[in-house]
């Protein structure tokens, strides 16, 4: 199963690549930095670090835009950290910018009086609505953030949920039933996130398995 981790400058992708790599089973990990790449994966992963407007940008000018917002209807795509937060209709990190459009919402500051932004280090998680990723995911269980903008999102696309002064979604959906059913976006480091974040990658590995 081909594995397309999207490059489009703005992710750590050889964290990501080492993780799916540490799997056993025939996952193929690939850069994607062309249009050609995703519409060739059976899964995406989109990866990402730094500003909002930056990240769109970057996709735009790759031409890798389209080319995501078209297979995403079609193979499961999992977006992580920055890369979660493109996933909506727009951001507001400096100004206002339009996102992909995959997932109903906005993102927008974290504002939490008496604790630091941004909110970084290991936060508790809560179950809000179930789904295929979170099958062995408990409240409780502990995953690694750093962020200064959260989703503003409605809770049925909420499958987790951590709590830093106010609740931030940590796992995100498309609306279900919808052409974008089977996006997901983290907005910790399922990576970097030890046990718990591992079995939240394998599990999004084998929702595309299922999909073939």
Known sequence: M?????????GNLFSVKNAVDSFSGDYETVFASAAADIEAADVL???????????????HERGLAGPIQQQAQKKPLLGICLGMQVLFEKGYEFEETDG????????DRIVAP????????????????PSTLTSQVEDGDRF????SYKAVTAE???CLA?????????????????????VYGAQFHPEKSGAAGLAILRSFLEEGRHAE
């Open 45 to 59: 992963i989109l990866p990402g670090v730094g500003a909002f407007p930056d990240a769109m940008r970057m996709l």
């Open 156 to 158: 049925e696309n909420i």
């Open 162 to 182: 951590a709590e830093y002064g106010q609740t931030i979604p940590a796992l995100v959906r498309g609306t279900p039933g919808g052409p974008y059913a089977r």
């Open 144 to 147: 690694y953030f750093v962020h």
């Open 2 to 10: 081909k594995v397309a981790i999207i490059d489009y400058g703005a």
């Open 114 to 129: 008496g604790l630091k932004v941004p909110h970084m280090g290991w936060s508790d998680v809560r179950v809000v609505n």
């Open 100 to 107: 992909l459009g995959l997932i109903e919402g906005v993102v």
